[in-house]
């Protein structure tokens, strides 16, 4: 049981993974390190307001902010339904890519469940969720009843996700030849 508020909840997850004290909102570029590199992205507007859902998310999810953690709420947001906010979209098929060459049984398992729940990106804003308790949230979101199993059509949809990507790069590349 968490009766911890989703505020209290998030503010231990940005100290724990190092986030600083706005989880990175203030932030004008991103830094995500690959092995001994660190690549740098924008931190647009778009991308401030999907990663103060994500992080929600994160909480209440309990997805690690490892590379197969990251896959695991990539692939749960998208089942969920992030389609309408671009940054997340974009951000979750990237993550989903990795996720299933490192750890595709781990991301079957978070699209099952997400197909299942539903997610935040429907909230106008997080403030008014920070006073709510992590099991309220995880209540309202369908994530405190046992999770699904994997569907033979789990597995369909996310082969034709990344094989999309993959298509279209072969049908450009015909296509200019």
Request: hydrophobic share 45%.
């Amino acid at each position: 049981m968490n009766d911890q508020t989703l505020g209290v909840a998030r503010e231990r997850y940005w100290r724990v993974n190092n986030f600083g004290a706005d989880g990175g909102d203030a932030l004008t570029w991103v830094p995500i390190k690959i092995g001994r590199f660190t690549l740098k992205f924008p931190n647009t507007e778009g991308r401030r307001r999907a990663v103060r859902i994500h992080d929600l998310h994160h909480v209440v999810t309990g997805y690690q902010t490892t590379w197969t953690g990251e896959a695991e709420i990539a692939a749960w947001e998208l089942a969920t339904g992030c389609l309408r906010w671009p940054a997340a979209t974009v951000l979750n098929l990237a993550a989903l890519g990795v996720g299933l060459a490192i750890a595709p049984v781990a991301v079957a398992r978070a699209w099952a469940r997400g197909r299942q729940t539903t997610n935040l990106y429907g909230e106008d804003g997080v403030d008014h969720l920070l006073p709510r308790t992590v099991d309220e949230v995880r209540a309202s979101l369908g994530l405190d009843r046992p999770d699904p199993p994997v569907r033979v059509r789990d597995v369909a949809v996310l082969a034709a996700i990344a094989l999309a990507p993959i298509a279209v790069v072969a049908l450009a590349t015909y296509a200019i030849a």
